[in-house]
């Protein structure tokens, strides 16, 4: 039924996940449904992460599908793909750490 998600979705569902348990990857998410688009370095000082960290942070998240970029001269600009559920993020994350159990994260 519409309850049941069948065993190849549970499994990509599960991968999309993961990519983002890693703290530095969910900050570079928030931090780009946040605006339009940054490079690295500016992810790097609004985040105070360093840009190597930051870099393997994107290519995880561009290699599970929820970056893009663009090149720009010499400078590369990431944004979340597009129809990147933004909403659905930001609802689900907030919603899940109003029911997490302080001390236990």
Do not use: N, W
Not at 6 to 11: I, K, P, S
């Amino acid at each position: 039924g519409a309850g049941v998600i069948a065993g190849g979705g549970a499994g990509r569902l599960a991968g999309l996940l993961g990519s983002i348990t890693e703290p530095a990857r969910s900050r570079v998410l928030f931090a780009l449904s946040a605006t339009d688009e940054l490079c690295v370095g500016d992810l790097a000082l609004a985040l105070d992460y360093t840009a190597d960290a930051v870099s393997y942070a994107l290519k995880i998240l561009r290699t599970a599908g929820l970056v893009a970029f663009r090149k720009r001269g010499r400078g590369v600009y990431y944004r979340l793909s597009d129809g990147f559920p933004h909403q659905l993020l930001e609802h689900c994350l907030r919603e899940l750490l109003t029911i997490a159990v302080p001390g236990h994260m």
